[in-house]
């Protein structure tokens, strides 16, 4: 979810706890917190789910692959420890 869809989201969510008689103030209330929101969202390091997602399945790669070299570096060193 992108800072803007998440900012609306919550607008929303303010605008049905809010009284109806107050729809100037609410739509400036619901303008503001959307700008303040988007603001800092905007502001923190963060990435998409789906961004995520991969970056855990290269890790989970990654760390195969590691996990696979020190078992080979384990016989290589098994081997030459038994030439010895």
Do not use: C, Y
């Not at 919550?10 to 706890?17: A, F, P, Q, S, Y």
């Not at 959307?34 to 890790?59: C, G, H, N, Y």
């Amino acid at each position: 979810m992108n800072p803007e869809e998440f900012a609306r989201k919550v607008g929303n969510r303010i605008d049905h706890l809010l009284p109806k008689g107050l729809s100037d103030t609410k739509k400036d209330l619901q303008n503001n917190i959307k700008s303040i929101i988007s603001e800092s969202l905007t502001k923190l390091d963060v990435v998409s789910r789906e961004d995520f997602e991969i970056q855990q399945a290269v890790l989970l790669k990654t760390r195969s692959k590691l996990e696979a070299l020190e078992q080979r570096l384990q016989q290589l060193e098994d081997q030459l420890q038994s030439k010895s």
